[in-house]
């Protein structure tokens, strides 16, 4: 009988042993698998264009970007405190988290270019993560606008503010961002981009095609440095035309500090650019760094979270 509890004890402490080995290789397999890279981005913006993060589910942000008047220049200097005196384009929004992947957006825009009093809708959804193990090497986000502007019709019959049609009033963007994390100090986006205005000024292009490339390099625990530039490929036909009207374009090109500070990310830069939504700053950059004709921006992000179980108790 002693004989016979024995080997039952045996038995169990081994079977108990076994169990414990395979619970430690289970959790042991779900904390060293395919593992998401977190924190490519701080934002879902960097200066201009947009990172390939997304608000989290329930999550409301509300932002802020302001490009003030060019710094040097015919416009700028000491008479405007180096373009202090002036902006050229302003953005409010409000974006939400439908999901953890997916994030739309609704905002106003000044507007700066040929078309100003802009609203626009926004959606973007994140559909690759990068790992930690480099089993997927990088994360791919799709964002997509559309506009509308509501400013009084032109009557110069050749320009874009022109509206015949309500629908000329509106434009499009679509735009893949793909995005590495390098270590904890770099990341890199690649974007390429599709812009289409349904109503353009006489010989522009309703379709342009553009790359973007942008990147964060980090300096310390909330600040890091960011950068931006896209380069447009309009026709020749068409730069030919406006450059016989003294009109020239210039790739948009920004640069700044990104500061975290708890629940906001604030942003300070410099670009070339006088517009804030990809539908104007791609196709309508018409100033030059090399002339003074850049300006001091910034953008504010404030996140509060919606909806979740510790908003509803008393």
Excluded at 229 to 239: G, L
Excluded at 286 to 306: D, E, M, P
């Amino acid at each position: 009988m002693r004989l016979l509890c024995v080997l039952l004890m045996c038995c169990s402490l081994s079977m108990t042993s076994r169990a414990q080995d395979d619970l430690s290789n289970m959790f042991k397999d779900s904390t060293t698998g395919h593992q998401p890279v977190t924190g490519t981005f701080k934002s879902t913006r960097i200066i201009m264009g947009h990172s390939n993060e997304t608000l989290k589910k329930h999550e409301l942000d509300f932002r802020v970007a302001h490009r003030f008047g060019d710094a040097g220049g015919e416009f700028g200097g000491g008479k405007t405190a180096f373009g202090l005196d002036n902006s050229s384009d302003i953005r409010i929004a409000f974006e939400y988290g439908i999901s953890d992947n997916l994030m739309v957006g609704i905002s106003r825009a000044k507007g700066s270019g040929d078309l100003t009093q802009i609203f626009e809708g926004l959606a973007k959804y994140r559909i690759l993560k990068q790992t930690t193990d480099d089993h997927m090497p990088f994360s791919l986000s799709v964002f997509g606008n559309v506009t509308v502007s509501s400013m009084t019709s032109s009557d110069d019959l050749t320009a874009a503010s022109h509206f015949d049609e309500f629908t000329d009033r509106m434009t499009y963007v679509g735009q893949a961002i793909i995005a590495r994390k390098f270590g904890n100090w770099l990341s890199l986006t690649l974007s390429p981009t599709y812009v289409h205005r349904n109503r353009v000024g006489y010989m522009d292009m309703n379709n342009m095609f553009a790359l973007g490339g942008s990147g964060r390099i980090k300096l310390s625990k909330r600040l890091a440095f960011i950068a931006e530039y896209y380069v447009p490929f309009r026709d020749q036909t068409s730069k030919d035309y406006y450059k016989s009207l003294g009109v020239k374009f210039f790739n948009p090109l920004g640069a700044g500090l990104e500061i975290e500070t708890g629940g906001h990310v604030f942003s300070v830069n410099f670009t070339n650019s006088t517009a804030i939504l990809e539908n104007q700053f791609i196709p309508e950059t018409r100033s030059s760094w090399l002339q003074g004709q850049f300006r001091w921006g910034f953008n504010i992000s404030r996140r509060f979270s919606l909806f979740g179980k510790k908003d509803w108790k008393k």
